[in-house]
């Protein structure tokens, strides 16, 4: 038997390799899809909505984030681990589910009222209250469409089968309904109605056919659930202190053309670190049982980070020339720029979501993402205010840098630690 042969009847022998390389396929698949349908939409909406339509979406969505993270509140990796380590146990994996639910619906009720007094008192929220309410809608359409449990239970195939609906759905939808500037309203409506259909057929699957039961909610669980994801929240939403803070203060300083052009600029980079978040979905539930495979995952995901970023840096100035107008064109500096960034992202991931969380070190990362975030949102207010679109760029991708390298220096630290116990 020669060594292909060999290596071919260890992997069919082989439970995880098997369920790693099927899921992968699927969130492959999910990814192409991914890429093909923003490609047909953005030269259209560009052209139809302009750079101030892409401005007030991006805006939006940067400010609607932060509502996202505290209604996410770090679930996508606590309840999936825990959800991972119990998924033969029906009546546990009830108890988490509809935890989970009721702690987000409680969560995203006292959002809507934040957000609702902010509009109140801000002009420039007043202002854009209208594209704000309605980007606003992704958050019960995330709620409703449970992403984690199908990644907690390696059922990579419903997750895929979901997305490209939905987004063949927003596709269909813009080419019909978006026909002027005035339109820009329709983008977040529509992802978020292709979000609730995909939720409603997804409850049913969780519910009526794999017989998970929703308990009705408890306070003391609700309390429970969201301490026990208390240092991922932390973790997940002080990075928007130099995210998406970055385009709102941008926003605030330059208007909405240079929001556009900025994200114009982030798109391309954002599509090239989904396709880098597939494999980190595809190996976190395998990590959570077995952390002996993670220097084979970070060699898989580091390299890979860096092809993305070189093809992009080189490639920037063609691809926002083909597919924006030439309003645009500064976007092309903005994505070089992001590109870099892809590498970083990468380190944090292999060493802070699939390393640090995994094996418990919430509070380690916590404390790395907290003092980097303070630092990049120092630096957004230094280089967005004196270098408007460039600056917000760099001071993102500064920000970044500072995570992926600090956490990969935290987690070596560990590793030593352990070979030396």
């Not at 670190?273 to 898989?300: E, T």
């Not at 418990?360 to 404390?367: A, K, P």
């Not at 975030?373 to 991708?397: P, Q």
Request: contains cysteine.
């Amino acid at each position: 038997m020669n060594k292909f042969q060999l290596a071919k009847s260890r992997f069919k022998k082989s439970n995880d390799a098997q369920v790693v390389a099927r899921n992968f396929g699927y969130m492959l698949f999910l990814q192409i899809a991914s890429y093909a349908f923003p490609l047909i939409t953005i030269p259209y909406l560009a052209r139809v909505i302009g750079v101030e339509g892409f401005g007030k979406i991006a805006f939006a969505a940067a400010v609607i984030l932060w509502f996202q993270t505290v209604t996410e509140w770090g679930f996508g990796y606590t309840a999936t681990r825990d959800v991972a380590k119990n998924k033969n146990d029906l009546i546990k994996i009830s108890e988490i589910f509809s935890n989970v639910l009721w702690t987000k619906i409680i969560l995203m009720i006292f959002s809507l009222i934040v957000l609702s007094f902010l509009i109140i008192f801000i002009p420039i929220f007043q202002e854009n209250k209208n594209i704000l309410l309605i980007t606003f809608l992704l958050i019960p359409g995330n709620i409703f469409f449970p992403e984690w449990f199908f990644q907690a239970l390696e059922r990579m195939k419903f997750i895929t089968y979901f997305g490209v609906i939905s987004k063949f759905i927003f596709t269909i939808l813009v080419f019909v309904f978006v026909n002027d500037q005035g339109d820009y309203l329709l983008q977040p409506l529509f992802i978020s109605m292709g979000l609730f259909f995909c939720g409603l057929v997804s409850f049913y699957l969780i519910v009526a056919k794999w017989g998970v039961r929703i308990r009705a909610p408890r306070w003391k669980d609700v309390f429970l659930t969201i301490k026990s994801g208390y240092n991922v929240f932390l973790n997940n939403i002080f990075p928007n202190l130099y995210n998406s803070f970055s385009t709102v203060f941008l926003g605030l300083v330059a208007g909405s053309a240079s929001t556009g052009i900025l994200e114009a600029g982030k798109k391309f980079s954002e599509i090239a670190q989904q396709f880098l978040n597939v494999i980190s979905k595809v190996f976190f539930p395998l990590l959570s049982r077995n952390i002996k495979v993670h220097d084979a995952y970070g060699k898989i995901q580091i390299s890979l980070s860096v092809c993305c970023a070189l093809v992009i840096f080189f490639f920037a100035p063609y691809l926002i020339d083909f597919f924006y107008t030439a309003d645009f064109n500064l976007a092309a500096v903005v994505l070089q720029i992001m590109s870099i960034s892809i590498v970083f992202q990468a380190l944090n991931s292999v060493y802070g979501t699939n390393y640090l969380i995994v094996l418990g070190y919430e509070m380690e990362l916590r404390r790395i993402t907290t003092g980097v975030s303070i630092l990049g949102f120092v630096f957004s207010l230094f280089f967005v205010y004196y270098f408007d679109i460039i600056g917000a760029a760099v001071s993102i991708t500064l920000a970044r840098g500072f995570l992926g390298v600090g956490v990969l220096l935290k987690a070596i630290g560990i590793k030593n630690k352990k070979l030396k116990g």
